[in-house]
Every structure is written in structure tokens, then in C-alpha cells.
């Protein structure tokens, strides 16, 4: 091989495969050195070969990376071919800048259009449960529309929100859930938050940005991440096309309450056909009479168990989403629009959980010699209903009024309101109500019409100048009408006792609007030939403007008509009014050296409104590097096809809440502890001084966050490994920190502490089997993430987060963000409960900590096998550890309808590991000798029989709360789908150009730990940023869903 | 640039409100707690009421299971200091400022009977170093009970010195005068009658102060209060309710079933007679009238059958008293029993149990004379009637720290679940929340058991 010992030149062209367009800019390498060059505006290149060399390289974004022999050639022409393998590594970054994957220094994921659309989840973020590491998704609930929550690289902040940043086609969208969802214990009704109104089959890919170092230049907005999604937009010069997608899923129950069949309605171990609980006698199979006389008659049964009773008050929900697409372009001019529906009536029987969602999308774009333009708007038309969840007297909420219901009791049988036995008057129990009540008498109605979008133009100054201005926004009006049907009881009635019920009748208007706009100015050239330059300068505005008016009445004097007019009462109106402006300057430069070394630094400030005046300006600097060590070294082992190592740096801000500053003065009234005395009374009007002391001195919370990972492809890329490790900190929480109220306040906004999140990111993926017909892909992530509260405020140990009947949510320095805390038994020196001598019930001692609910770690496993025309994919969603708080539980354990109230068959029981102590005072009250420790001996008090109910009773044995934290661990089926692509042969004889039918399913199943077997550890009714982790408060059941999928083109 | 980010005005709500505007809002936060969970906890206690046995609500309160934890108590605290005393205390800064003294009179009196509650409640509290927060002191100290009173004094007597207007109060204020309407007259009887009320409760600890403080009074020509005291806006909708009603009565609860009629009380007036017994109990749902024994919430229904006992009789639209006009004659009657006030004591005492009688809409016949005898058995009648009367301005704590204060009525039960071994509750613990934010305030609970200063007999 003498002849190629010296250099030599060879020239060529690249084009696109399919179009034969020339190709610019493409990386032209000779393998196994640093030798490179690239493709001019006429995709041709010219390069000196030296010594040695013997391919040349072709890369570019989006094209297989394709090698040729160089042999004797001269000349070399190729024809790149799209590859969809490849088309992942172009990443959409902060800002909607493209980049190529292998160029940057931090953690990108992204997702495409199929993996978002396969399962046919109607919100787009959920199908993405389980299939990013260091991404946790949850669905609060199973009903339709409920919110999803996304949460990355864990919690930072305590007071403030943990949610990403939502950005479609380069402009940030609202996320919010206009405060419909109250959260907590209290009535709650979620409307799901915004980010859900997407249409899936819009999407064309979503990338998840992580870090602070890659969303930056996002300034105060960023602390949390972004989400990026892009749409899907006609192609230049494809034929019109149109897409049509359509799939009908039904769904039931995932997971519920497994409860006792042993024992029947009663209280203290005795039958009493009043009571809402099971703590009667023990099913024999007898017929007894029960539930109330009405009418000189009563209702006849056996005493048997009714164990399906609350399986068989679900329905068979149904989904339905329906998408048609036409796209298409000519060479300068591309076309997408689309209409979609999704229509879904939840498992909970009526119409009182229904969601109906209609988008329109358009997106066109068209490119001129300097100028070119696009644009994206969609418009969505929402409208739902939701069934209550959490507590409220009056048969206002479902779900705690069916977890009472004794076990041998029918609930479908409730379902007639008009049957004597089932009317409030007689209803069997007056500490219940008939769960069909809040169904069919009570309800709520939403409709939101929204409309976001934005328009692109980018005009090119010279050969090396772009610039941009993008100006988008997001505009959501909503109403929501709530009401609650009033009743009285008829005197002398069974449950005339019971409180009668005013009625409420509320309507809240929302307007949510967001307008942004960036000008951007962004250069790409070659400084040197081996020294490549991408740069941008860029300027943002950004408003956030929100307004609720909510009006509601009471006391309604026509029982059935629902409208503020009706009541003697005046009505009361409220209005909430919230405007935040911010300014920014940005700039981004990425140096690439050969395409294998790059460096990205960006910087950012942000002037804020919601910061003191004379002090509103923040810093984001971060910079990043990537290196591709495989294209620099040529001696690697041939096993290793592809290496880059990465690392990054980057602060992000996450800003202060708006009307923090200035003290103010608010409507008057006072609190009762159970209801209020409000403003106007008697004519006459109040205010009164806030509670709150603002604070001239606010900062944003700032994130820094330093990553280092690794991308890795094994034999040819079969086998794929991308690793990160990350240690973030958030300082500066801004908190409303509870005072001394002694002080005339409660709160001081302060900034102060530290919460770090550190942790390790595994995605591995690969190709096990390729042969032929039949190919099997795999892939799996880890994630663990380990939370700190690393520092609070001087002589302040704690910061109370919730607290729910005794248990007590805090953020804690030196544990993890969550932390349960509750009352313990009292304990002797050998850890031995302490009882009470005379009753035998334990004695509540000290507040301990019962754990967190910080999972231990979460792994995702999913795999795809392809055969011919059919396709299986299946995935799997695990989490190990962490605490949840379930009042399903709490209640159900209350009347004796959970499982774990059987315990020793409810006979007497000493309680286990049990003492007195000695030397106790006559009174009871455990005395101490003079060094403090109790002299302790074993108990041999029982708890009798009748007495066992209150053992399970927290008002006379307060540590059993703890009864009500149970494990968070689950493994769940997220999807299974199987898929057929209708052969090309006989597709050529219709008039479609693919056509797909699938057998779709979602949370096939779900395992939980023998500690649970109540409710879904994700379930919440806690909103969905930091409290949702607290856990529920009587929600629903989640669901499992499956039907079948079509999808075809022409 | 500045001006597109100045935009953080709270549109929401103002950033100033008049003093005329504040007032109500004060006194309502004052009276929906003394009128609400004050009067749970005075009914309770004073032995009015007791737990319902088919229901749970009140348990903590009529076992005196109140420990600093409790998150109810704490609630109460925070209304009273950040709810009513910080508004009182803009409206006495301002009204000084500006030479208000109407104003700064009533501010200054509602503040005051607000801070005697407090202080009788707790013992030590903060008082000359409370209420800063936004003048950047988040931990006040705290002072000695005697010192509270002594300061409250000084207050009262400041505000009384000053040129209060004759008649009426200037006009927007007299229109937001919930309680007086705006007559001047009257709030000065208001402020002699709440001096009395003070020096009077320290009769045992300390005599020499609480005669030479009345003697002053009487010598000075002070006029005390010959209606009541109170809060009567309320009317039946919801949250414009009587506090106690809105809370314990209304739908805020899913039961209004709690608040029994004790044996203590309701033995007493059916012992009397006293047509006071159905003003303020109602027929139990299965018929007629029945008590039951305090703190025995723990019965099952079997033993005791909760549709037979008497339930609490509480109006929707009855007013919160501060000082009742019966109270403010009983006062008047024990001033003038120890020696340390002129006037007739029988008459002071029959027209206190005669306002009792007539405010319940009931006749009094022949019922209670003042008894002949000594010193002791005239108090006890005095005391013992005053409690009769609290009731039925369901001002059950008032007559608590009276029981206190002079061991009458003598005839207290203790309470079948209580938890304090036989010893009656004397106070409550501070809240957790004050000495966990408050480097400054007594950082060790004192025990519900042991009393206040001024609880020495």
C-alpha cells in the first residue's frame, strides 16, 4: 500500500437521500484521525487526506452516519439517508435552539412522537411514566383529566413550586390549574393542571432538560427544569398527507381498598343497625332486620358479607381520542393542522366525572431568500366534570361516605334516592350519607377555552447573521360552576339529628394569560477550519397575568336550581388579581473544536417585578463541555463504538411570589376554628392588617447544579449507556416562616437554607436481538436521588409543610424534604409500650419521626419486540421505599372495615410487648423516681372485647395514627401494547399509505406491599408539587385502562 | 424599564384602611373567639355543659387533656394577638397620633378586656413588647401576670384622662361601633366596669391593690355599666352567625350534637326550679329534660341513651358578651360586700339575678334572696348566682375563673374521664408555637393543674 503512504485530496458531494437536495454543513472525517472538514451551501467538500487514512466519515444531524472506503477514489459522492435512530440525537435545547446530542454537556432526554402516543393516554406527560430516569410522573388520580405531576431531579424547593417549566415550539406555556383544585383535606376538586391539555398526537417529540446548567437560560423561571415540547409541522416538499388516529380504551379500577368480610355492621363487637361501621359480630349467615324502620317496615338481609360491594359500585369507563391531521408542503411553504377529541366518563357511575377536550393546531412556515416565517397556534376547548375528593359534611364528597359503609351492606343498592330507605331522612346510619346523594344531587361543570401559540420570523442579515423575533402567548379563560344541593330533615325522622345542609351554588371566572417574546440574534460559522462557532445574543419580556373572580351564595331557597340569584342571602364575591413582569438578556455561545470537543458558556439576567425595586436584578451563569473521546482517539477497543464524556455547571433561579414586599391590609373576619364570621355584617365592613411581615430584602431561590456524565455505545451501538451523576443546591428557599404570633403576625417571607438534591441517573439501552424478521429492544433506568433539608434557619429546626389528625408533614434539617412525624407510644427504657393499668390502652409518649416520603430509589424496564408486522412493548414502573399518608386507611380502620382491625379475631388482647409502670400514682399518671427511668413490669390488662373499636380509635389511643402511614413501594405494568402494521401488500390496494391496529393497555397492574393494601401509594389529593407526597385524603381509585388503537395515513 | 416592572402593588387588597374600618374587625376577631371556642371551654368547664357520649368533638376540653400541643388552643391564641390585639393596637397608635381619644378609648378598652382574658388563661404573657412584628421584633418578652394587670390599668386610666368626646363618637366611627353604637357615655361605664372586673379578681392575691384601685373609683365618682357589654349584630346566615352557634350548631360541624347539658348546672336549677333550666337547655329528642354527668363521654349508648339528654340551647342570633349587665352588678355587689365600694349590696345582688332572669325572658319569683349571715355565705351567693347568670351569656369562662378565683359554686364534679388526677384544670399551656418561634418566651410548659397567680384560695 506504497501508493497512499503520502496525503492526497479527495473532492465529493453529499445530498439527502430521499429529495437529493444538497447537503450542508455535513462533517466530513477521515476515520481515525483529527483530520476533518465540512460540506459548503452546495453540500460539496474537499479534504486532504493524509498518510494513512483510509475512510472518510460522513456525519450530520438527524443522517445516518455513513463511512466510505476512500480506496483509489478521487471523488466521492453520498447519498445520507435519514436515519429515525439518528434523528433522537438532534436535540431541542433552552430557547428552542437545535442542537446535536453528542455536542452537549449535560443531560437531555427526549422522547419521541410513538412513545407518546402508543399506550393512548389523553394527557401527553403520562405516557412518559417510567421511561426517564430521573423524571417522576405521577397521575393524582383516576379520574379523567386529573393532574399529572412532574417532578425532576427531585424537590428543591420547600415553600415555593417544584414544577418544570412547560415550553411548546419555544414559548412557555401556563401550567397551572386555575386554582379549581383546592387540595387537602378539605372538599377538592382537580381539574387537572394545563400542561395536560395537549393534544399527544400533536407532539412530535418532548425533551426533558434536568439541569440547571441546561436551563439556564431560562434565568428565574428555570430552577425546576424544562420541559420542551416541540409539535409536529409539515415537511417541505411532501405530498399532502393526512394522518388519521382513533382509539376507544376502556377502563376499571387498578387498585381498591381490600377490606375485612368477616365481621358485619355494629359497634363495640354488638349489632346496631345505625352505625356506619363492621365493628359487629361475626357473619353467621343469619337473616336480621336492618337500617331504619320507615314506614312500620324494615329492610330484611343475611348477615354475610358483601364482598364485591365496592368493586361492583364501579362502572366501566370509557376514553375515546380521535385525531385527523393533514400536512404537507412545497418547497418554501409547509402546512399542519389538525382537529382532535378526546371524550372520557370516568369508573365512577353518572356523568359526574366526564372530560371532553377538543383542540384545533395550525402550524405553517415559509422561507424566503432572507426572510422566513412560522408560526404555531392551537386552541383548546375543555370541559369537565370531577367527582370531590377529601372531607365536608353532608354528603358533599363520594368517596369517605363509601369506605364506611358496613361490610355487609350493598352500596348499588343505594343507587334509587327516591326508595324510602335510601332518603336522608332514613338512610340507615345519621353519621353518613348515601354516597349516591353526592352524585346525583351534587356537581360541578367547567369550560375552558384556551388559546396559545406563537409566530417565528427570522430574518437573515449576512451570511454569518441571523435574527429572530419570536412573540407567543397563552390565553386561558375559564368558568367553573360548583353547587351543592341543600336538604332538611323532617322532624321526628330517624336522622333528624343530623345537621341540615344550606346548599351552595358558586361560579369562579378565571383568566390565566401569559404573553412572551424574545428577539434573537444568532450566528454559526467556522472561526478556523477546525474551530466551529454557534452563537446567540437574545432579549425576553415576560408577562404572567392571572384573574379570578369567584361569586357564591348559600342558603338557596329552591332546593334543584343552582344560580347565584337563588337566596335570600347576599352573595359573596371575591376577586384575585395576580400580574408578574420580568425582563431578560441572554447569550450562549458553543465553540466546537473537530466535532469532537465542545464548549458551551450562557449567562442570563433577569429583572424581575416581584423584587424589591431598587434590588430586582439576577445572575444565571453556566457553562458546559462535551467530549467526544471516541472520534479523538483512534486505539480504542473496537468494542466501544461511541464515547463522550460530559460535564456541567449552571445556576437557575426560581423567582419570589408577586406582592411579597409591602405590607397590606386585608378584609376583615375571623376564623372559628369550624366556620368563620365574615365581612359585611350588619352593614357594617371591615379590614384588618395582614398576618403576614414582608420583607424588603427578597431574593429568587437559586439553584446551582454541577453534573458530570458519561454517553457510552457498545458493538456498534447495540448496547447504549448514559450515565450522570448530578448534586444540586437550592439556597435562598423563600418562605413564609411562622412567627410568634405573639408578635401580631404569623408569617415573615424570609429567604434562608439550603435543600440539596444529589444523585445517580442510569438509562441503558440496547438491541439484544436483530435477526432477520424479529428484533427485540430494551431498555432500562435507574434512578436515585437523595434529598437533603441541608440547612434551615438559625433556631429553626423545622418547617411544618402539613398536618393531617396528628401526623405531621415537615421539612427537617438533616433529612429528606417530608419527613412524617407523630405521636409514639410512651416507652420504658427497653423500648416495652406503656399502658394505662386500669384500661389497658397504650399511653401516647413523645413525637418521633416515622420516616419520609422520599422514595430510596425508582427504576423503569422497558422492552419492544418486533416480528414482521407486529409489535409488543410492555413496561414496567418500580419504586422502593418512602411513606404515604392514607385517610382511606384512617377511616376505613376506624369502622372496622379494614383488614388489619382483624387482628387477633378481635378478641381480648393484651397489647404485644406491653408494661405498667410500678410505681405509678393512684391516679394513673406513670410517676418518675428520682433518676428518671420508670420501673416497668409486664402488663396483663386486656383490652376487652367492646373495647377493642376504641384500640383502633386515635381520639383513645393517639399513636395509632401511625397506622395510617403505610409503604409507598410499587411496581407497576405501565404499558402493554401490541401493535400490527397492515402488510404494504395489501395496503397498495386502498387508499391508505399505512395503516396500524393495536391492543393498547395502561397500569395493567399494579403491586403493592402486604403494609399496603388500601389505595394507590400515587394517588393524592394534595395538589401536585410538594404537599402531593403527603398522600391522600379519601381519593378515588386509580384505573387501569386497555382497547384498541387504529392508525392510518393517505 | 422601571416602570414596566413596577407592577407589584397588591391589587387585592389595600395598602391602608381607616381606623373606623378596623375597629370592627377587632372586636369581631375578640368576639369570635371569647363568644366561640372561649365559650366551649368556659361551658365545659364551668360545668354547663359536657361531651355528648355518642360523639367526640370536645373530649380534650372536659377532660382537661390540654396539653401545649393543642392545635385548637394555639388557633385562638394567634386570632387574639394577630387577629384582634395588632388591630387595636393600630388603631391606638394612630388615634393617639392624631389626638382620636374616642378612637383610642375603645381601642384601648377592647384591647384591654382582650389581654385580661389572655392573661387570665395563661398567666404570663407579652404585653408592652407584643404586637412589633413589622417594627422587626419577632420575639417579645413576656411579663409576669401582676405586671399585666397592672399595665392594663395604667392603659384604661391613660385613655380615661384624655378628652373623650361627649355623646357620640365622630360619625364614621359611631357607625362601626359594634358594640355601643358610638355612645361615649357608655364606653366609659365600660372602662370604670372592666377596672372593677380587673382589681376585683385580685381580691385574694392582692387585697391591698385591688381595694385601694376601687376605693379610687368609687371616690372619683366612676359609673359602671347598667346595660351589657356586647356583640348583637349576629343574624341566621351562614358565617354572620353567633360565633358559638356558627361553630357548634351549624353545618361547620357534621354533628351538632356535642354540648350536653351537665348534671352540675341543670341539678342545680331543677333543684331552684328555675325556669332559667329551659332557656337554656333544649328538650332531649326523645322528650322531656335530662343532664348528664360531667365527663362521662365514655358511656356506651346502652348505658346512657343520647337521645334522652338535654342538649345546649344556643340561638343562631344571640350576642357575644363582654360584660353582661348582670355581671357588672355582681361586681358591684362583691365590691361593695367587701367593704371597698358604697351602695347597697342586697339590691346590687337582686338586680344582677333579676338581669339574668330578664335577659332569659323568664320570672324570677320568689327565687334566691340574699341571704342574711355572714361575709362568706353572701359571697357565695353572690358568686354562685354570677355563675347561674354567665350562662346564659354563654360566658362559662368568666364564671370559671371566678370558681377560681373564690372556690364557689362548691359543687364542681370532676369530670368522670378527667386525666389530671382530681385536680380541676386551672389554666392552659402555652402553645407550643410561642415558645418554639419565641426564644424569649417561657420556653417550659406550665401544667394545666397549676393556677394562676391570682387563684390562691
Known amino acids: ?1050 | 424599564c422601571d416602570d414596566f416592572l413596577d407592577v407589584n402593588t397588591d391589587p387585592n387588597n389595600p395598602i391602608n384602611a381607616p381606623v373606623e374600618l378596623l375597629f370592627p374587625a377587632a372586636v369581631i376577631s375578640t368576639a369570635g373567639t371569647v363568644g366561640g371556642q372561649y365559650a366551649i371551654l368556659g361551658g365545659l368547664w364551668s360545668q354547663y355543659y359536657t361531651q355528648n357520649n355518642a360523639s367526640n368533638q370536645y373530649k380534650d376540653i372536659d377532660s382537661y387533656n390540654i396539653i401545649s400541643t393543642n392545635t385548637t388552643f394555639a388557633g385562638r391564641y394567634t386570632e387574639l394577638y394577630s387577629g384582634a390585639l395588632n388591630d387595636y393596637q393600630v388603631i391606638r397608635d394612630r388615634s393617639r397620633t392624631a389626638g382620636q381619644w374616642d378612637a383610642y378609648l375603645m381601642a384601648t378598652v377592647m384591647q384591654s378586656y382582650t389581654y385580661q382574658v389572655l392573661t387570665d388563661l395563661y398567666g404570663d404573657i407579652s404585653i408592652d413588647e407584643a404586637l412589633q412584628g413589622n417594627q422587626g421584633n419577632v420575639n417579645p418578652v413576656f411579663r409576669p401576670g401582676p405586671e399585666v394587670y397592672d399595665t392594663l390599668i395604667a392603659r384604661i386610666n391613660f385613655a380615661l384622662a384624655q378628652e373623650i368626646p361627649e355623646g357620640s363618637a365622630s360619625s364614621g366611627l359611631s357607625e362601626n361601633d359594634v358594640v355601643f353604637g358610638g355612645d361615649m357615655e357608655q364606653w366609659v361605664r365600660f372602662a370604670n366596669t372592666l377596672k372593677l372586673k380587673i382589681f376585683i379578681r385580685q381580691s385574694e392575691a392582692r387585697p391591698d391593690v385591688a381595694q385601694a384601685g376601687i376605693e379610687e373609683m368609687y371616690a372619683a365618682g366612676a359609673e359602671f355599666l347598667d346595660t351589657s357589654a356586647n356583640v348583637d349584630i349576629f343574624e341566621d346566615v351562614t358565617s354572620r352567625r353567633n360565633p358559638l352557634y356558627e361553630m357548634d350548631q351549624s353545618t361547620a360541624l357534621n354533628t351538632n350534637q356535642n354540648l350536653k347539658a351537665s348534671l352540675t348546672l341543670f341539678e342545680f336549677l331543677e333543684e331552684n326550679t328555675d325556669p332559667r333550666l329551659q332557656a337554656l337547655y333544649r328538650e332531649a329528642t326523645s322528650g322531656g329534660y335530662k343532664g348528664q354527668q360531667q365527663g362521662t363521654f365514655n358511656a356506651t349508648t346502652a348505658q346512657l341513651d343520647p337521645l334522652s339528654v338535654s342538649r345546649a340551647l344556643i340561638e343562631p342570633d344571640a350576642p357575644v358578651y363582654f360584660i353582661s349587665e348582670a355581671e357588672s352588678y355582681f361586681l358591684q355587689a362583691e365590691a361593695v360586700l367587701r367593704g371597698w365600694g358604697t351602695g347597697d349590696a342586697a339590691a346590687l345582688y337582686n338586680a344582677g339575678v333579676d338581669a339574668s332572669f330578664a335577659q332569659l325572658g323568664v320570672d324570677r319569683g320568689g327565687r334566691y334572696p340574699f341571704p342574711g349571715g355572714g361575709f362568706e355565705e353572701q359571697l357565695k351567693a353572690i358568686i354562685t348566682q354570677k355563675w347561674v347568670a354567665l350562662a346564659g351569656t354563654y360566658q362559662g369562662l368568666e364564671a370559671y375563673f371566678e370558681q377560681l378565683r373564690t372556690g364557689y359554686p362548691d359543687f364542681f364534679d370532676y369530670p368522670v374521664e378527667g386525666v389530671t388526677g382530681g385536680v380541676f384544670a386551672k389554666r392552659l399551656p402555652l402553645p407550643n408555637i410561642v415558645s418554639q418561634r419565641n426564644p424569649n418566651a417561657p420556653q417550659t410548659p406550665v401544667p394545666i393543674t397549676t393556677p394562676i397567680w391570682w387563684d390562691i384560695k
Do not use: C
Open chain 1, 1 to 1050: 500500500q506504497e501508493a497512499f503512504a503520502q496525503g492526497r485530496t479527495v473532492t465529493g458531494k453529499v445530498t439527502d437521500q430521499a429529495t437529493g437536495q444538497p447537503l450542508p454543513g455535513v462533517a466530513v472525517i477521515v476515520q481515525g484521525t483529527t483530520v476533518g472538514t465540512s460540506t459548503n451551501v452546495e453540500g460539496a467538500y474537499t479534504i486532504n487526506v493524509p498518510a494513512g487514512g483510509t475512510a472518510l466519515q460522513f456525519r450530520y444531524i438527524g443522517y445516518e452516519t455513513t463511512t466510505r472506503e476512500i480506496g483509489n477514489a478521487s471523488t466521492i459522492d453520498v447519498a445520507l439517508g435519514v436515519n429515525a435512530q439518528q434523528l433522537q440525537e438532534v436535540v431541542v435545547t433552552a430557547l428552542g435552539v437545535e442542537r446535536e446530542e453528542r455536542s452537549l454537556g449535560y443531560s437531555a432526554s427526549t422522547v419521541q412522537s410513538e412513545e407518546i402516543t402508543r399506550a393512548r393516554a389523553t394527557s401527553p406527560m403520562n405516557s412518559l411514566q417510567g421511561k426517564v430516569a430521573g423524571v417522576n410522573i405521577t397521575t393524582a388520580s383516576g379520574q379523567p383529566g386529573a393532574s399529572t405531576k412532574v417532578i425532576l431531579r427531585g424537590y428543591s424547593s420547600i415553600g415555593g413550586d417544584n414544577n418544570p417549566l412547560y415550553v411548546v415550539d419555544g414559548t412557555p406555556i401556563t401550567n397551572g390549574s386555575g386554582n379549581y383544585s383546592a387540595g387537602g383535606v378539605n372538599r377538592t376538586q382537580d381539574f387537572g393542571n394545563r400542561a395536560n391539555d395537549i393534544n399527544p398526537d400533536d407532539i412530535a417529540s418532548i425533551t426533558i432538560l434536568k439541569g440547571a446548567a441546561a436551563t439556564s437560560l431560562y434565568g428565574s423561571r428555570a430552577a425546576n427544569g424544562a420541559i420542551l415540547i416541540t409539535t409536529k409541522r409539515g415537511q417541505a416538499g411532501e405530498k399532502p398527507k393526512i394522518e388519521v388516529t382513533s382509539s376507544a380504551t376502556l377502563s376499571r379500577p387498578l387498585f381498591l381498598p381490600q377490606l375485612q368480610n368477616r365481621f358485619g355492621q355494629g359497634w363495640s363487637a354488638r349489632f346496631a343497625f345505625e352505625e356506619n361501621g363492621s365493628w359487629g359480630p361475626k357473619f353467621d349467615g343469619r337473616q336480621r332486620v336492618w337500617g331504619n324502620v320507615v314506614n312500620n317496615s324494615q329492610q330484611l338481609k343475611p348477615f354475610v358479607a358483601q364482598e364485591d360491594n365496592l368493586k361492583d359500585f364501579f362502572e366501566t369507563g370509557q376514553a375515546y381520542l380521535n385525531t385527523v391531521s393533514v400536512s404537507g408542503g412545497s418547497e418554501q411553504s409547509t402546512y399542519y393542522l389538525s382537529y382532535s377529541n378526546a371524550t372520557e366518563n370516568g369508573i365512577i357511575p353518572t356523568n359526574a366525572d366526564q372530560y371532553d377536550r377538543n383542540t384545533v393546531a395550525l402550524r405553517g412556515s415559509t422561507k424566503g431568500e432572507k426572510l422566513s416565517a412560522s408560526s404555531s397556534l392551537n386552541y383548546v376547548r375543555k370541559d369537565a366534570s370531577v367527582v370531590t375528593t377529601g372531607q365536608g359534611g353532608g354528603g358533599t364528597t363520594l368517596f369517605q361516605e363509601i369506605i364506611q359503609i358496613p361490610r355487609d351492606i350493598s352500596i348499588v343498592d343505594f343507587e334509587d334516592l327516591d326508595n324510602p330507605f335510601n332518603t336522608n331522612d332514613n338512610y340507615f346510619t345519621l353519621y353518613a350519607q348515601n354516597p349516591y346523594w353526592p352524585l346525583k344531587m351534587n356537581g360541578n361543570d367547567l369550560e375552558e377555552n384556551r388559546f396559545f401559540g406563537n409566530i417565528t420570523l427570522d430574518y437573515k442579515l449576512n451570511s454569518w447573521l441571523t435574527l429572530s423575533a419570536r412573540g407567543g402567548g397563552d390565553v386561558a379563560a375559564g368558568v367553573l360552576k360548583d353547587w351543592i344541593r341543600p336538604y332538611d330533615y323532617t322532624p321526628g325522622s330517624p336522622n333528624a339529628t343530623a345537621s341540615p345542609s344550606e346548599g351552595f351554588v358558586a361560579e369562579i371566572n378565571t383568566l390565566a394569560r401569559e404573553l412572551n417574546s424574545d428577539i434573537i440574534a444568532s450566528t454559526n460559522n467556522d472561526l478556523t477550519e477546525n474551530i466551529h462557532l454557534n452563537a446567540l445574543a437574545g432579549f425576553n419580556v415576560n408577562e404572567r397575568y392571572g384573574k379570578n373572580t369567584t361569586a357564591s351564595i348559600t342558603n338557596l331557597s329552591i332546593p334543584d336550581f343552582f344560580d347565584l340569584s337563588n337566596t335570600t342571602d347576599p352573595v359573596t364575591a371575591t376577586t384575585l388579581t395576580q400580574q408578574r413582569r420580568l425582563i431578560g438578556v441572554y447569550g450562549q455561545t458553543e465553540f466546537s473544536f473537530m466535532d469532537y470537543l465542545f464548549l458551551t458558556l450562557s449567562a442570563r439576567n433577569d429583572w424581575s417585578s416581584t423584587l424589591p425595586k431598587n434590588d430586582n436584578s439576577f445572575f444565571y451563569p453556566a457553562a458546559n463541555v462535551a467530549w467526544v473521546f471516541s472520534d479523538m482517539f483512534t486505539d480504542l477497543p473496537s468494542a466501544l463504538s461511541y464515547g463522550k464524556i460530559r460535564a456541567s455547571w449552571g445556576q437557575a433561579g426560581n423567582d419570589a411570589p408577586v406582592y411579597s414586599i409591602d405590607p397590606v391590609f386585608v378584609p376583615g373576619g375571623t376564623g372559628l376554628g369550624f366556620g368563620t364570621i365574615n365581612f359585611p355584617i350588619a352593614g357594617i365592613n371591615a379590614f384588618e392588617l395582614s398576618n403576614q411581615i414582608g420583607n424588603r430584602q427578597l431574593q429568587p431561590e437559586i439553584t446551582t447544579e454541577m453534573e458530570v456524565g458519561t454517553n457510552l455505545g457498545f458493538f456498534e451501538n447495540r448496547v447504549n449507556v448514559d450515565l450522570a451523576f448530578y448534586n444540586r443546591k437550592t439556597t435562598d428557599q423563600i418562605l413564609a416562616v411562622p412567627v410568634d404570633p405573639t408578635s401580631g403576625f404569623t408569617t415573615q417571607i424570609q429567604n434562608f437554607g439550603e435543600v440539596r438534591n444529589r444523585g445517580v441517573e442510569l438509562l441503558l439501552s440496547g438491541s439484544p436481538i436483530q435477526a432477520g424478521d424479529f428484533s427485540w429492544d430494551v431498555r432500562y433506568n435507574f434512578t436515585k436521588n437523595d434529598n437533603e433539608v441541608t440547612e434551615l434557619k438559625e433556631g429553626l429546626d423545622e418547617v411544618l409543610l402539613t398536618s393531617v389528625f396528628g401526623i405531621r408533614f415537615v421539612a427537617e434539617k438533616g433529612e429528606p424534604l417530608g419527613v412524617f412525624r407523630g405521636i409514639d407510644y410512651q416507652r420504658d427504657s427497653q423500648g416495652r409500650i406503656i399502658v394505662n393499668p386500669a384500661t389497658g390502652y397504650p399511653l401516647a409518649g413523645e413525637e418521633v419521626k416515622f420516616g419520609t416520603a422520599q422514595p430510596d430509589f425508582t427504576m423503569g424496564l422497558y422492552n419492544t419486540f418486533n416480528y414482521k408486522d407486529f409489535s409488543l412493548s410492555f413496561g414496567f414502573d418500580y419504586r422502593k421505599g418512602g411513606l404515604f399518608y392514607s385517610y382511606t386507611q384512617r377511616l376505613t380502620q376506624f369502622v372496622g372495615n379494614s383488614t388489619n382491625t382483624l387482628y387477633n379475631d378481635r378478641l381480648p388482647f393484651i397489647v404485644p410487648n406491653s408494661v405498667v409502670t410500678v410505681d405509678a400514682d393512684e391516679d394513673g399518671v406513670p410517676d418518675v423516681n428520682g433518676e428518671g427511668d420508670l420501673v416497668t413490669v409486664p402488663n396483663t390488662t386486656p383490652i376487652e372485647a367492646d373495647h377493642v373499636v376504641d384500640y383502633w380509635n386515635p381520639s383513645s389511643n393517639p399513636p395509632i395514627e401511625r397506622d395510617h402511614l403505610r409503604e409507598r413501594d410499587f411496581l407497576k405494568m405501565r404499558e402493554l401494547t401490541l401493535g400490527y402494521n397492515l402488510p404494504t401488500t395489501f395496503i397498495e390496494r386502498t387508499p391508505f399509505s399505512n395503516a396500524n391496529i393495536s391492543f393498547v393497555a395502561r397500569n395493567v397492574f399494579v403491586w403493592t406491599p402486604d403494609n399496603n393494601n388500601i389505595i394507590d401509594p400515587e394517588s393524592t389529593t394534595f395538589g401536585n408539587d410538594l404537599l402531593s407526597e403527603f398522600g391522600e385524603f379519601a381519593g378515588g381509585p386509580t384505573t387501569r385502562s386497555f382497547g384498541l388503537s387504529l392508525k392510518f395515513g393517505f
